[in-house]
């Protein structure tokens, strides 16, 4: 049983940053991807960024590549997600995913194995 566990969410004012990482358990993959997605309220749930487990491949939404950096821990089965320059559009929950294959289709199929619980980031004005 794989188990995602988030941590590092919060509340943060305009124009700060906060980081977010992720913890997998429970099974060991040859090739994965390890992303996160966000869910606004009222909005369907969206992509934000993946990376491969390598740490090789890494892909971002369009409305936060120059804000964020994601970045993956293989040893520890950790990922990251450093956010800077926040603002209310990015409040969300933030959910973490993992792959049992590539990011390429994390990216563009939105394809994920499992989900961790979600955490809270919210971003005042």
């Known amino acids: 049983q794989v188990q995602l566990v988030e941590s590092g969410g919060g509340l943060v004012q305009a124009g700060g940053s906060l980081s977010l990482s992720c913890i997998a358990s429970g099974r060991t993959f040859s090739t994965y991807a390890m992303g996160w997605f966000r869910q606004a309220p009222g909005k369907e749930r969206e992509f934000v960024a993946v990376?491969?487990?390598?740490?090789?491949?890494?892909y971002y939404e369009d409305s936060v590549k120059d804000r964020f950096t994601i970045s993956v821990d293989d040893a520890n089965s950790t990922v990251y997600l450093q956010m800077n320059r926040l603002n209310p559009e990015d409040t969300a929950v933030y959910y973490c995913?993992?792959?049992?294959?590539?990011?390429?289709?994390?990216?563009?199929?939105?394809?994920?194995?499992?989900w961790g619980k979600g955490i809270q980031v919210t971003v005042s004005s």
């Open positions: 995913a993992l792959l049992d294959g590539v990011a390429q289709r994390m990216r563009t199929t939105r394809a994920h194995d499992y």
């Open positions: 990376i491969s487990g390598s740490g090789i491949v890494a």
